[in-house]
């Protein structure tokens, strides 16, 4: 009897379960949701508008420094200075002595006009007076001494005739001693002007106006033509570049494009950007073709630094 009560338990058992697994195989499975674009993301740094290196173009002593780091500048402010070089001042002093040389001559040239004409004219009256007593000696004695001296009185008096119109025309100045004068007065300026330029490249004044940054510079140390001192960086305003965007990212991105940026260092703080550039030549990084973009950042704020890491969010 008892066994089959086991028996009848069993058949209970197993038909419940096969019941409750009917009503489990029976319910509608729901359908997977396609996952929804997000935007793309690439890792930039923030960088200043604009900024440039400056340097000396000569070598030498530094004597003094006029700006400290940080220090706010105007293009043309002058940032530092070599100690005066004697070969520079020696071609400057010659040079200004040269424009002054000729600078008188010019004008000596100009204020004997009214004597150079007056000359000019008294020699033709003086050429023609010779050529006049010439020919009358060959008209009485036609041999050939009297015919040589009347032909070279002829070819004189064509000399002072031309060289006379030559002055009326230059208001009593011969044209060409007036450019050769002229010339030689350009020439000297020319070199004076190199020598300025020389003298002027012992002070380093600021190519454009911005920040002091990275000064590396002091009283008495050498430095060497072309290296740079210090830098002079434009932060009114702050760009972001990222060199990561692949082929398939940037081929949804355009210039004119706004964008969110964040920054690591400052989390709270909320920017908004636009697209200004796209490389239109690619990178090689670790076997992926890149592109580099361009971000000009709308917002502002004193805590921003050059280099900071930003994320930059652009929309799908």
Request: hydrophobic content about 45%.
């Amino acid at each position: 009897m008892k066994k089959s009560f086991l028996v009848f338990g069993i058949i209970i058992i197993s038909v419940l379960a096969l019941t409750a697994c009917a009503e489990t195989n029976t319910e509608p499975i729901a359908a997977i949701e396609p996952a929804s674009p997000t935007a793309a993301i690439a890792e930039g740094r923030l960088l200043p508008v604009k900024w440039l290196d400056q340097s000396f173009i000569l070598a030498g002593k530094v004597a003094d420094v006029n700006v400290n780091d940080g220090d706010v500048v105007n293009e043309g402010d002058p940032l530092a200075s070599l100690q005066p070089s004697a070969d520079a001042a020696l071609v400057l002093a010659r040079a200004e002595e040269e424009v002054l040389s000729a600078q008188q001559a010019l004008d000596a040239l100009k204020a004997e006009a009214d004597q150079r004409l007056a000359q000019a004219e008294l020699s033709v009256i003086n050429a023609l007076e010779v050529f006049e007593s010439a020919q009358a000696a060959f008209d009485a004695n036609t041999s050939d001494e009297n015919k040589s001296e009347r032909d070279a009185a002829s070819a004189a008096l064509t000399l002072a005739q031309d060289a006379l119109t030559r002055i009326q025309q230059g208001d009593g100045i011969d044209p060409f001693e007036l450019s050769a004068a002229e010339a030689r007065l350009a020439s000297a300026e020319a070199g004076m002007a190199s020598a300025e330029a020389w003298a002027a490249a012992e002070d380093l004044t600021a190519s454009l106006g911005g920040t002091v940054m990275d000064l590396s510079l002091q009283p008495g140390q050498m430095v060497a033509a072309g290296t740079p001192v210090m830098v002079v960086a434009d932060i009114s305003s702050w760009i972001v570049k990222t060199d990561n965007l692949g082929e398939t990212q940037v081929a949804s991105i355009t210039v004119g494009d706004r964008v969110e940026v964040a920054l690591d260092a400052l989390p709270d703080l909320k920017l908004t950007g636009e697209v200004t550039n796209i490389n239109a030549r690619y990178e090689e990084k670790r076997g992926d073709t890149t592109y580099t973009v361009t971000i000009k950042v709308a917002e502002i704020d004193p805590r921003m630094r050059w280099g900071m890491t930003a994320a930059i969010y652009f929309e799908p």
